[in-house]
């Protein structure tokens, strides 16, 4: 009995293990750089984030955050779009682009398609289910090499906590306590640079949020000293939202 055990259990963990190792291969050609390119400067592009490619291979999910900062445009600073890997890279200027700061979300349009991901239905993912990020986490020092981690979703909770005392939270905290919403904490570790990759869902492959390392951490654990190691991302129906837009 013990041995059909084991034999049930081994099955079970190759089976997990090999849909990731399948599912891996057709994330990472929609999974591209977000950088800030300056033709006088060195290096030329400095990498700020990760982004996906959506519908129909034109539109570029990103955070807010990685693309908000106002650039040096006497320095003809601009930001670029990134895809292929390592060396092997093609620069996609942006040319127009839509912002929801309150969700910490943008989508830029890109002139050259690209594969793109399908996006999940709206409705929230149930705590337990197995995720997966790929995107690249610390850019600038490891390069344009996509990784992949993987998880669940530990809790389904607000953006903002109330606080003892509300000298203990800054604007932003105080603004998504008066409209709430939900996001997804993570059983994961994301990394800078990871802001803006696509939290995908491991049994349909599909798209079901957007990774954010900044925005929620600055709101939710505003009263901590030290934040803390906790990956959050962006439920997906936001971007549907955004992608509605004029």
């Known amino acids: 009995m013990r041995l059909l055990v084991g034999w049930m259990l081994l099955f079970c963990c190759s089976v997990q293990a090999s849909s990731l190792v399948d599912l891996i291969p057709q994330i990472k050609p929609s999974v591209v750089g977000i950088a800030i390119h300056n033709p006088s400067a060195s290096p030329r592009i400095n990498f700020v984030g990760t982004g996906f490619v959506v519908g129909d291979g034109k539109q570029v999910v990103t955070n807010y955050h990685v693309i908000g900062r106002t650039l040096d445009e006497s320095r003809r600073e601009e930001y670029v779009v990134i895809s292929g890997s390592a060396r092997d890279?093609?620069?996609?200027?942006?040319?127009?682009?839509?912002?929801?700061?309150?969700?910490?979300?943008?989508?830029?349009?890109?002139?050259?398609?690209?594969?793109?991901?399908?996006?999940?239905r709206d409705e929230l993912q149930p705590e337990g289910s197995r995720i997966a990020f790929t995107?690249?986490?610390?850019?600038?020092?490891?390069?344009?090499?996509?990784?992949?981690?993987?998880?669940?979703?530990?809790?389904?909770?607000?953006?903002?906590?109330?606080?003892?005392?509300?000298?203990?939270?800054?604007?932003?905290?105080?603004?998504?306590?008066?409209?709430?919403?939900?996001?997804?904490?993570?059983?994961?570790?994301?990394?800078?640079?990871?802001?803006?990759?696509?939290?995908?869902?491991?049994?349909?492959?599909?798209?079901?949020?957007?990774?954010?390392?900044?925005?929620?951490?600055?709101?939710?654990?505003?009263?901590?000293?030290?934040?803390?190691?906790?990956?959050?991302?962006?439920?997906?129906?936001?971007?549907?939202?955004?992608?509605?837009?004029?």
Do not use: C
Request: net charge neutral; aromatic share 4%.
């Open 89 to 120: 890279i093609t620069i996609h200027r942006i040319v127009k682009h839509r912002n929801a700061p309150e969700y910490d979300l943008a989508i830029v349009d890109i002139e050259q398609a690209l594969p793109a991901l399908t996006l999940a």
């Open 135 to 246: 995107g690249f986490p610390i850019l600038n020092v490891l390069g344009l090499h996509p990784a992949t981690h993987q998880g669940i979703i530990s809790a389904i909770t607000p953006i903002a906590i109330p606080a003892d005392n509300s000298r203990d939270l800054h604007i932003q905290a105080l603004r998504r306590l008066r409209e709430p919403y939900l996001i997804y904490q993570l059983d994961a570790t994301a990394y800078p640079g990871n802001s803006g990759s696509p939290l995908v869902h491991q049994d349909s492959g599909e798209v079901i949020g957007v990774i954010n390392m900044v925005h929620v951490k600055t709101t939710r654990e505003a009263v901590l000293s030290d934040p803390s190691g906790i990956s959050y991302a962006i439920p997906v129906r936001y971007v549907r939202q955004l992608l509605q837009q004029p």
